[in-house]
């Protein structure tokens, strides 16, 4: 079968829920300077919301189209820059899928350079997956950001409601593995009876607060005791609510045993570091894990994402596996990785799944994530690195896929897992590796001819 190497997305929907649009960029414009927008919902500016919606507005083509023929500056703008680049490599006129039209969800911010809350990440994909039905296309959906927070075990609220939403219209979720990899912010330990267990981290000079995520088997009992630089020692942290409230040193700590959920299993420990001051006491802090019945025995920690607090914080004996950031640990969407294709070398920052996670395989495969050259805002160009920008080729990818399969009729069904299945058939491998899927690449490099062959 001849492969179609002239697919560019035409009749798909690429939505990319991020930072906003430079709207005015030549990448989403038409030769006659007309918008390839079909829509945008801005959640930071009240005035219009999309019906059905409480907050921010929504900007149709026509009133797009009518700002960039009037020269006005009352439309969104995206002041990071992260949403215009990542638009680019999905969808932009030099892009993966260069034909396709767009939506875009630019979200809130619960605070300045924060993370968006799972609320608005929720409101948005309901939107993009609405709109979709309404235009009667097929979409791809990018997400290139997470967060750290939660047990990776895919069984969350967020996780289960990107889950659900891959699962309805003509849709494919694809969501960067995140840049936790080589970041020293997680680390595991398999417990056993009788043995104390110790684990280090260390705290960076002037930092202003920190939380450690504890996540464990709820059958399974053990005391957890925190030791200061200084030596002081605080424990055992009680299984019983509200909070426990301690003071050591200069610092304040909140210590919280959450309990199972309805929709999980596993227990949380959460510990919150807060200073007295100014900062936290720097320096090396020890967990000590006194065992009192393990039936499991696996225990994972998480760090907030590298973003969020400085470069001297880090677990002295990290653990590399295990550090996908959420909702890319989502069962059913596309999740990727990054390699650098100059050189066909997997990029040590990308996101890594479990090595013994015998219920998924993450990340699925890996795209291009160093040096790549995309819009910014203004009209110009840079080069960046990240998961965020290798996520965007494969979302393109899945465009042109939908494309061949759907719009052009040879096969209405190519959506969802099955767009997932192609993608991991397809995949290239990469020199250093002989065994495939693996928690670093997954089934290999994106190669799309090799999937429609």
Known sequence: ????????????????????????????????????????????????????????????????????RDGESILPRDSSGHGTGVLAVAAGNGGVARDSEILVVKLGMPSQNGFPKTTELMTGLDYVIRKAQELGMPVAVNISFGNTYGSHRGTSLLETYVDEMSSRWKTIICVGSGNEGARAGHTSVRLQNGRTTELEFTVGAYEPALSLQIWKNYADRFSVYLAHPAGRQIGPLYEQPPAQRYQIGRTQLLAYYGEPVPYMVEQEIFIELLPEQDYIDAGVWTIRLVPEKIVDGRVEIWFPASAAIGNGTRFLNPVESGTLTIPSTASKVITVGAYDAATDAYADFSGRGFADAAWQTKPDLVAPGVSIQTAAPGGGYVTVSGTSYATPFVTGSAAILMQWGIVEGHDPYLYGEKVKAWLRRGARSLPAFTEYPNEQVGYGALCVSESLT
């Open 1 to 68: 079968q001849n492969v179609p190497l002239s697919l560019t997305g035409r009749s798909v929907l690429v939505a990319v829920l991020d930072s906003g649009v430079d709207i005015q960029h030549p990448e989403f414009l038409h030769p006659d300077g007309s918008t390839r927008i079909a829509a945008l919902w801005d959640q930071t500016i009240e005035g219009n919301p999309p019906e059905g919606y409480a907050r921010g507005t929504e900007y149709t083509k026509a009133q797009i189209d009518e700002a960039l």
